[in-house]
């Protein structure tokens, strides 16, 4: 039996909770925020900034689309090439914190809403991008990326992620804590595949990173769920781990960038 892309969408649906996403990440923005501004410098020399250099996908009066802009840390990175950015995200807050960012560019637009009621034109921009976002999960939301570009469309996830310190912790209390959503290789997997049915040729980059981060006690006890007797056997494991309240661990990332041109489809 021959496969269609309706048989891959599975692979990119998620369980959402579109009622409360506005709130949930509302409540994240600011510790959003302050954990990614301490990595931006690191930030700005990822592997889809390269790419999008190497490649020159990017002329100083390209049309730019974030789906899910968040904070406009990416939006701040294309600024170096063009000042035709628009960012989109449900949460008034993230986009409080990338107004700020973006305050000196005076042609940025910051959108608060759903996108796939926003953005209903053909050909609007020559870029669409959207990393990390739960707002690409059907194939209506591919086909809309597509339809909004005129040229260049790029999809980038974390596939793997793991900090040296939370596998110590997990292995200390002897189950899983620190579960990402994200680590998710049969996302790409299905991303590719309807995007290879619809008659596109997208390209699948893979970037794997082994860096050493800084993390303080907090960080590691935030967000997560213990009890009495776990919380006083993680908080004794991270003070002999931390040096003046500091603790330095191995983080192994892999990210995939999922790269296609609009103009580019396959006939028959």
Partial sequence: MELTMYDFE???????????????WDNKSESFYKRTEKKQKQFANDFVFHLIKDRQLLKENSKVLDIGC???RHLSEFAAYTPYLTGIDISSKMLAYAQEKLRHIPQAKLIHGNWMDTFTTENQFDFVFACMTPAIASIDN???????????????????????????????????LFRLPHNDKNYVYGVWNILWLMGYCPEVLVDKQVRTTSHSIEDYMHGTEYNDEEKTAVIQLLNTKAQDGIITAEESVVKAIILWDTETKLKG
Avoid: F, N, P, W
């Avoid at 599975?10 to 949930?24: F, G, L, N, S, V």
């Fill in 142 to 176: 591919i086909k809309r990326m597509c339809m909004i570009s005129k040229k260049y469309c790029i999809l980038e996830r974390t596939v793997y992620e793991k900090d040296s310190i939370e596998e110590e912790i997990e292995q200390l209390l002897g189950r899983k």
């Fill in 70 to 72: 968040g904070t406009g």
């Fill in 10 to 24: 599975r692979y990119i649906q998620k369980d959402r909770d579109d009622a409360h996403a506005e709130r949930m």
